[in-house]
């Protein structure tokens, strides 16, 4: 079957660290996946977009990588701050760029001073 | 530059209602995309509209319905409620011609039937 898996426990970490999250996916071939940051009752917000050719990519204290071998993406955020508290999610775009996302259930990342 | 909005904000309905919510793209762009986000979920693709037809659906009964008008807003329209129907309805829009960038979120509609 299809799946979408992010660490299901919440991440807890110090300011100033780096906080790393995982999307691991099973049976899915996509071109594209995305990072999004969402805040309690809110809609997501795009962080990132990765395409199948890209390794890696950066946007300021933000980075993502994308195996296809392995089926995962990591998400890093560097030099974290609390209002970085959020619940980060991982979609895959079936859709060959078109936005059909698929998301997975959301990482909830806590930032503690 | 106003971003996506969507109308109302919160909504209650009894089981068996029918409800429809609203949603306006940010400006310039023609695609509309509705999500359906359970509480501890990650959202689940309802349908997408481009040229005010449903291109793409995702797993969904045909109680869920949508258009989209000439001026690229879009309607979603649940039949016949269910207590599971609960949930933040999430509108999102993009621009065809420009595939492989991201989409845009409104900040949601929260259902509640009862």
């Known amino acids: 079957s299809q799946k979408i898996e992010q660490n299901s426990e919440a991440l807890n970490i110090q300011e100033g660290k780096t906080a790393t999250l995982t999307c691991n996916y099973t049976?899915?071939?996509?071109?594209?996946l995305q990072w999004y940051r969402q805040d309690p009752g809110r809609g997501p917000v795009f962080l990132l977009l990765?395409?199948?050719?890209?390794k890696e990519k950066r946007k300021e204290r933000l980075k993502v990588t994308f195996d296809t071998t392995l089926k995962q993406s990591l998400f890093h955020i560097t030099a974290s701050q609390p209002a970085d508290s959020a619940t980060y999610l991982c979609?895959?775009?079936?859709?060959?760029?078109?936005?059909?996302?698929?998301f997975g259930a959301g990482t909830r990342l806590a930032v503690h001073p | 530059d106003a971003g996506v909005t969507q109308s109302p904000t919160h909504l209650i309905k009894t089981r068996g209602q029918q409800v429809t919510l609203r949603c306006s793209p940010k400006?310039?762009?023609?695609?509309v995309s509705w999500y359906q986000q359970a509480l501890g979920q990650g959202p689940q693709f309802i349908f997408q509209?481009?040229?005010?037809?449903?291109?793409q659906r995702g797993n969904f009964p045909d109680r869920f319905s949508g258009h989209q008008f000439p001026n690229y807003s879009s309607e979603l329209n649940v039949n016949a409620l269910l207590l599971g129907d609960s949930a933040l309805y999430l509108c999102?829009?993009?621009?065809?011609?420009?595939?492989?960038?991201?989409?845009?979120f409104g900040q949601g509609t929260r259902l509640t039937v009862v």
């Open positions: 509209y481009y040229e005010e037809e449903e291109r």
């Open positions: 979609a895959l775009d079936l859709s060959g760029g078109y936005n059909k996302l698929i």
């Open positions: 990765i395409r199948e050719n890209e």
């Open positions: 400006s310039g762009h023609d695609t």
């Open positions: 999102a829009s993009s621009l065809v011609v420009l595939p492989r960038t991201e989409a845009f």
């Open positions: 049976n899915y071939s996509p071109a594209y």
